[in-house]
């Protein structure tokens, strides 16, 4: 959820429409499990609705594909009444509202949803858009009508985040984004040392990283810049995909290998890459200046560091 607190755009919405939606063939309650992952939503819900500018936030519920098959053809076999068997419903906690547009198909009966390819094509795009924009109209015609709506604004609420978060979205002391550049040497700049890893884009359409290519010796390393004060964090974010993948273990300049975190950058079971975030802990006596990652084998690519 540090996405929050990094994106000027979202700092200056008054609405903001989370999109939630699953087509990795899973159920919404199976991947990683309801705990785990409504505690995420829940931290992400409580992030944006306590942003200064306290903006409205509605919850869109998306796609769900439960196809075992490259191509979906058949209608969702999966509707149900039941909220609490979907991970968002940690909405209704915070009196979230969701718009929900797998119940909306629902009603259709037997009908498809689109044909080809999991992602969907341009008429559904636009019929989730009407299904929305519809949503909000009914809404705003009854806060409109004579006798009109009187609805309080949330009232404040204590974060349940982890430590690494408040540190990071209240004391952030660096933040180096390495897909925002736009040349090799540039990379230089944001690291002290570095042994065969190679900034660059592992595929041409792809961003820039310090990348760890499969070639590369078992133990090589290479060290961050980091600003880390006492007890401080460091975040970093890495690269996650389903094979031709390694792993790093990482850890703060002037500690021990042994200290460290192991990375693992595959993912079980899935078709899709994302970009995931590994958080280094530092004791309350110590700080640090670099953090230092050595390949474990296979290719891995760090995207971004962060620290406080």
């Known amino acids: 959820s540090h996405v929050v607190y990094e994106q000027e755009a979202i700092n200056r919405s008054s609405l903001i429409i989370i999109d939630t939606s699953v087509n990795d063939m899973k159920d919404w309650f199976f991947m990683p499990g309801t705990t785990g992952e409504g505690y995420i939503y829940e931290v992400l819900i409580q992030e944006l609705l306590e942003l200064p500018q306290r903006p409205a936030v509605i919850d869109l519920a998306n796609f769900h594909t439960t196809s075992n098959h490259d191509i979906a053809r058949q209608s969702s076999g999966y509707c149900t009444e039941h909220l609490d068997?979907?991970?968002?419903?940690?909405?209704?906690?915070?009196?979230?509202?969701?718009?929900?547009?797998?119940?909306?198909?629902?009603?259709?009966?037997?009908?498809?949803?689109?044909?080809?390819?999991?992602?969907?094509?341009?008429?559904?795009?636009?019929?989730?858009?009407?299904?929305?924009?519809?949503v909000l109209g009914l809404e705003m015609e009854r806060a409109c009508a004579i006798d009109g709506l009187s609805v309080p604004d949330h009232p404040r609420m204590p974060?349940?985040?982890?430590?690494?978060?408040?540190c990071l979205g209240q004391g952030m002391r660096l933040n180096n984004d390495f897909t925002k550049q736009s040349s090799t040497e540039q990379g230089d700049a944001f690291i002290l040392q570095q042994d065969e890893w190679q900034f660059?884009?592992?595929?041409?359409?792809k961003p820039f990283g310090w990348l760890a290519l499969g070639n590369v010796s078992k133990g090589s390393t290479i060290s961050f810049k980091v600003d880390s004060s006492a007890g401080g964090w460091i975040r970093l974010?890495?690269?996650?995909?389903?094979?031709?993948?390694?792993?790093?273990?990482?850890?703060?300049?002037?500690?021990?290998?042994?200290?460290?975190?192991?990375?693992?950058?595959?993912?079980?079971?899935?078709k899709f890459s994302v970009t995931r975030?590994?958080?280094?802990?530092?004791?309350?006596?110590?700080?640090?200046?670099?953090?230092?990652?050595?390949?474990?084998?296979?290719?891995f690519k760090v995207l971004g560091v962060a620290s406080c």
């Not at 547009?101 to 969907?120: E, K, M, N, R």
């Not at 974060?159 to 408040?166: G, P, R, S, V």
């Open 277 to 299: 975030s590994a958080y280094v802990g530092l004791p309350a006596d110590r700080s640090a200046t670099s953090l230092v990652c050595s390949a474990n084998g296979g290719k």
């Open 200 to 205: 660059a884009r592992d595929l041409p359409t």
């Open 159 to 166: 974060f349940k985040n982890a430590a690494y978060m408040k």
């Open 237 to 270: 974010d890495y690269l996650s995909t389903y094979e031709k993948i390694g792993s790093v273990t990482c850890w703060p300049g002037g500690f021990k290998r042994e200290d460290g975190c192991y990375i693992n950058a595959i993912m079980d079971g899935v």
């Open 85 to 134: 068997q979907f991970v968002h419903s940690n909405a209704e906690k915070f009196l979230v509202p969701i718009v929900s547009f797998p119940d909306a198909v629902c009603q259709g009966g037997s009908h498809t949803w689109w044909f080809g390819h999991l992602h969907p094509n341009t008429t559904t795009h636009d019929l989730i858009a009407r299904t929305l924009v519809g």
